[in-house]
């Protein structure tokens, strides 16, 4: 016998739910994805592919559903293939029978520290990010191929409508192609012209910018490419517009200066948009002395929110840093890019956060790895050395992880002296040599140490930054204390030896930092890397997942030393 219940189709794909209360019902109700109470109109409201659902749980007759309940879904959700409308940002399942409770499994990820939330704790929560929205039938676009592959092996059959935005006219006449592609180069380009999004995976030294630069040349449309620091804002304008052959934009560190193709940080970038970047985000190398932030932002607002919008291609260097907070909602502001490209060494994030990576950007389309390059004689390959720390005072188990960090590394002197005796002994040798530091309290105490040596931070005013540089390159000044400023984008091809003084939990950052001494130059053979075994609380498990790292490209020649590996 079928309850007393009163439906009503309102808009948007929803169904307006009437009866007496029943905790039964209620209990049954609740269990669906896509429904919620409407305490002002005192009903609930369910999607409208509930429908088969609600007709269970009311015992419901074909005949006691409203006729245009029964048609809406017939037309929609009737069918046996899922329907998807598939736009530059989001994707609409539209009609069909999509399996929502696998798709919501592959579209969704664990959040890392949930068990310390009071919601997961009682239950209130399920400790997972969820990107398929269920009430509006909605996932980001990027993750449409990770579906397909979902409806493809159970067999479900599937078809798409692309609503693109329109596509603006070309943007501009660039001059004659500079640098040729290499081969794998090539093969890339034309793997993401055929996808039109996606991750292009290529080791540091690979020539992404280049590859960026022919991305944009072939399209010819209105750009954006966005970095994540002003050193690179500058050195990526600079590659663009000498390959290109036209004046390129700039946006962030106090220029406004927009173009049909232009290089912008997502910070000011973000600052635009209206976005506020979270205190967690703000890099100690993203900081900017007073003096240089003359900046035009509040003047150009609106034109820069227009120039954002109607890119017709987006590509983010360095898009592992995409899912934090603040890139990730730049990314879903590039409204009318048709086409969206990730460059990047490392697409993986160590929070695994990777989902949102290929949310934002869709699939990854290739991988370059460093041996892949050695191999091909694009790098040299690297000798690296991982030697156990000096101990430094005991530490106790259950430090948190700041004053182990501080105890094992920063304030370790023996550790510090060991860094700078192994510094001026490859400086001797005549090499220029980097050290590479997490912390600038670190980069001063080291500078006790090696007084010869100089430090760059990401405060230190640009001019000087590069003045270092360029003198460790020429090695008139071997040695170079320097922060998290050099992890990506740093251009020494003439650099043998690296010091990874700052330890650390990335992977990413360990391969980018690997990465700094591995490009060719005359007379250059191959490159020494000397990383730390830190046998203190948590930085021993850093220590050996970085080791592991290393181990994982066939053409990395590694030793070990004082520890068991």
């Not at 460093?370 to 259950?398: F, H, K, T």
């Not at 990874?500 to 490009?519: C, D, F, P």
Request: charged letters at 25%; aromatic letters at 8%.
């Amino acid at each position: 016998m079928s309850a007393k219940v009163d439906l009503e189709l309102l808009r948007n794909d929803v169904i307006g739910v009437h009866f007496d209360y029943d905790r039964l019902f209620v209990d049954a109700l609740r269990r669906l994805s896509n429904r919620r109470w409407n305490p002002r109109e005192r009903r609930w409201e369910v999607h409208l592919s509930h429908l088969p659902e609600l007709s269970r749980i009311f015992n419901l007759e074909a005949s006691a559903v409203p006729s245009p309940i029964r048609d809406a879904y017939a037309a929609r959700w009737g069918g046996s293939a899922v329907r998807v409308e598939l736009g530059p940002l989001k994707a609409r399942l539209a009609g069909g029978r999509p399996p929502l409770e696998a798709i919501d499994e592959i579209t969704s990820f664990a959040i890392p520290g949930r068990r310390y939330s009071p919601s997961f704790r009682s239950g209130r929560w399920d400790g997972r990010r969820h990107l398929l929205n269920r009430r509006r039938m909605e996932f980001p676009s990027g993750l449409w191929p990770r579906v397909r592959r979902l409806l493809d092996s159970q067999g479900i059959a599937w078809n798409v409508t692309e609503t693109n935005p329109a596509i603006s006219p070309p943007a501009a006449t660039f001059g004659p192609v500079r640098v040729a592609l290499r081969s794998y180069q090539a093969r890339a380009v034309e793997e993401a012209l055929a996808a039109g999004r996606g991750i292009l995976q290529i080791a540091t030294g690979g020539g992404k910018t280049l590859l960026a630069a022919h991305l944009i040349r072939t399209l010819a449309r209105p750009a954006f490419f966005f970095v994540h620091t002003r050193d690179l804002l500058h050195q990526s304008a600079e590659a663009l517009q000498a390959e290109l052959g036209v004046e390129v934009g700039r946006l962030g560190d106090g220029h406004v200066d927009l173009r049909p193709v232009t290089v912008a940080t997502l910070q000011t970038a973000a600052r635009a948009l209206g976005i506020t970047t979270p205190a967690a985000e703000r890099d100690e190398a993203e900081e900017t002395p007073p003096a240089e932030r003359p900046t035009r932002i509040r003047e150009r607002l609106e034109a820069i929110r227009q120039a954002i919008a109607a890119a017709a291609v987006v590509i983010f260097d360095e898009c592992h840093h995409v899912p934090a907070e603040t890139a990730y909602k730049v990314a879903f502001k590039t409204v009318g890019a048709a086409w969206r490209f990730g460059l990047s060494a490392t697409p993986w994030r160590d929070d695994h956060a990777d989902l949102l990576l290929e949310a934002a950007l869709g699939d990854r389309l290739c991988r370059i790895t460093c041996s892949d390059l050695i191999a091909e004689g694009y790098l040299v390959p690297p000798d690296i050395r991982m030697e156990r720390s000096p101990a430094g005072e005991p530490i106790p188990r259950r430090c948190p992880y700041p004053e182990v960090y501080r105890r094992a590394i920063v304030e370790n002197q023996s550790r510090n002296r060991a860094i700078a005796a192994h510094a001026r002994r490859l400086a001797e040798q005549g090499r220029g040599v980097l050290i590479l530091v997490a912390q600038v309290a670190h980069g001063r105490r080291l500078l006790e140490s090696l007084p010869e040596a100089r430090f760059a931070y990401g405060s230190l005013e640009m001019d000087r930054r590069r003045a270092y540089l360029r003198d460790l390159e020429r090695k008139l000044h071997p040695l170079l204390i320097a922060t998290t400023l050099a992890d990506e984008g740093l251009d020494i091809p003439a650099l043998e030896a690296v010091i990874l003084a700052g330890g650390g939990k990335s992977a990413t950052k360990a391969y980018q930092r690997v990465g700094r001494a591995l490009r060719p130059a005359p007379g250059k053979s191959g490159a020494f890397i000397l990383d730390f075994y830190d046998a203190a609380p948590f930085l021993e498990d850093h220590s050996r997942a970085r080791l592991a790292l290393y181990r994982a490209e066939p053409s990395f020649k590694i030793r070990t030393a004082g520890f068991e590996a």
